[in-house]
């Protein structure tokens, strides 16, 4: 188990991965054969759920799909995970976001985070983005960390991939091989809206799982080594 440093969040909501009825929700899915398989017989797309969660303000049951255009809010103690396309999701509890449609159905052009965190690895695409309210960034074939903070400041983690980042036109290119962090201010801090991060709840460990979903490799799985956590989103050599 990779080393986290914890923010505001709980080492429980971390250890999500390692429940067992996780483990065996997730070796189900990937047994009925994953998304194509679930979309051919128009099976539910919701890999588990714990806890209570909303589906455009209904609550939302395990059985059912959830597709871009919705809203999802999820409550305390909950954890959802789910596919769209090729990219994986695991929403943390207390979170409200939508997904919103890109050139198909099953396609998500945007990722909408209001409050709360969301793991997410995404595979190769064009023209989409996570949008907080302090930041947005633009991504490609990626795994990132992002939480909107109670104070409304913005944490995003490119964790590997290419991302462009934009914070009321401060603008940075994040190139990352293992967690390159940044915070999105509400305000200027030392005249920068961007500003740099350490690598925080969230593990590696988590976006390995998800990738897994989505029959994808973490950088850190294929060049078969590891760097610090401290943000600067370099592996060892």
Not at 25 to 30: D, F, N, Q, S
Not at 157 to 173: F, P, Q, R
Request: aromatic share 8%; glycine share 12%.
């Amino acid at each position: 188990m990779t080393q986290h440093l914890l923010q505001g969040r709980t080492e429980k909501e971390i250890l999500w991965f390692q429940r067992r009825d996780t483990l065996k929700a997730a070796a189900a899915w990937v047994a009925l054969g994953g998304l194509p398989a679930a979309m051919a017989q128009q099976r539910s797309n919701v890999v588990q759920l714990v806890g209570d969660a909303l589906l455009n303000g209904r609550r939302l049951l395990p059985q059912q799909t959830i597709q871009t255009g919705d809203q999802i809010q999820t409550g305390p103690g909950a954890s959802l995970i789910f596919l769209i396309g090729n990219s994986a999701f695991q929403v943390r509890q207390n979170t409200m976001m939508t997904v919103e449609r890109g050139a198909t159905l099953s396609t998500v052009s945007l990722l909408r985070l209001l409050s709360g965190a969301v793991v997410s690895v995404w595979g190769k695409g064009t023209s989409r983005a996570i949008v907080m309210p302090t930041m947005t960034a633009g991504i490609r074939g990626t795994g990132v960390y992002s939480e909107v903070f109670p104070d409304q400041r913005n944490y995003f983690c490119n964790c590997y991939g290419t991302v462009d980042l934009d914070a009321s036109g401060e603008k940075a290119l994040s190139k990352a091989e293992y967690h390159q962090a940044f915070w999105g201010e509400p305000g200027p801090r030392e005249g920068r809206l961007l500003t740099p991060a350490r690598a925080i709840n969230h593990s590696d460990e988590e976006l390995e799982f998800l990738g897994r979903l989505v029959g994808q490799r973490t950088a850190w799985q294929i060049a078969g080594r590891k760097g610090s956590k401290d943000g600067s989103g370099t592996m060892g050599y």
